[in-house]
T-cell receptor, first 112, second 113 residues
Framework: KQEVTQIPAALSVPEGENLVLNCSFT??????LQWFRQDPGKGLTSLLL?????REQTSGRLNASLDKSSGRSTLYIAASQPGDSATYLC???????????FGGGTRLMVKP | ETGVTQSPTHLIKTRGQQVTLRCSSQ?????VSWYQQALGQGPQFIFQ???????GRGNFPPRFSGLQFPNYSSELNVNALELDDSALYLC????????????FGPGTRLTVT
């Protein structure tokens, strides 16, 4: 059974810092990995998707990497802003089009 | 292009009652998945529908059931509500094309008292 763990569970940083969020998964046989952002009480916004054949994806100040063999992904946020404050979730899919297994999330607070 | 929509936004039910939640998929998306997210936890997969058939199910009892309609919209039905069913219910839609990215709706907050 796939298990996804996110460390740390919560993080508080001053504005402007570069930061790294970690995601690990127990079964390396994944099809893709997605990073999501969730604001309190709201739905999920897809940030980045990395297919199993890829090593990283970038969007603006966000960069996600994937090391499938070691079961790890990182989300790098450059020059953090208070508007980045949210919960960040990673999720993996075992094969094409199938269910996502989520980690517990990292709750990020960026202080002005 | 319209995104994924869900209704209602909030719902309060009593233990033992039944509830129906609704989801309209993003335009062009033919696959709908439902997730349950308890407070402070990551979402958990309930089931997925494709071409009006259940196409995978998570570890949820049979009192959780669903439907998908010809226009790809979907319903989640929960019978005999329990207090632990209180959660945010999320619907996600996708196509059957690479990279199979899932797009989520805003969710329905269900409170069971």
């Amino acid at each position: 059974k796939q298990e996804v763990t996110q460390i740390p569970a919560a993080l508080s940083v001053p504005e402007g810092e570069n930061l790294v969020l970690n995601c690990s998964f127990t079964d390396s046989a994944i099809y893709n990995l997605q990073w999501f952002r969730q604001d309190p009480g709201k739905g999920l916004t897809s940030l980045l998707l990395i297919q199993s054949s890829q090593r990283e994806q970038t969007s603006g100040r966000l960069n996600a990497s994937l090391d499938k063999s070691s079961g790890r992904s990182t989300l790098y946020i450059a020059a953090s802003q208070p508007g980045d404050s949210a919960t960040y979730l990673c999720a993996v899919s075992p094969y094409a089009g199938n269910m996502l297994t989520f980690g517990g999330g990292t709750r990020l607070m960026v202080k002005p | 292009e319209t995104g994924v929509t869900q209704s209602p936004t909030h719902l309060i039910k009593t233990r033992g009652q039944q509830v129906t939640l609704r989801c309209s998929s993003q335009s062009g998306h033919n696959t709908v998945s439902w997730y349950q997210q308890a407070l402070g936890q990551g979402p958990q997969f309930i089931f997925q529908y494709y071409r009006e058939e259940e196409n995978g199910r998570g570890n949820f009892p049979p009192r959780f059931s669903g439907l998908q309609f010809p226009n790809y919209s979907s319903e989640l039905n929960v019978n005999a509500l329990e207090l632990d069913d209180s959660a945010l219910y999320l619907c996600a839609s996708s196509t059957r094309l690479v990279p199979y990215e899932q797009y989520f709706g805003p969710g329905t907050r269900l409170t069971v008292t």
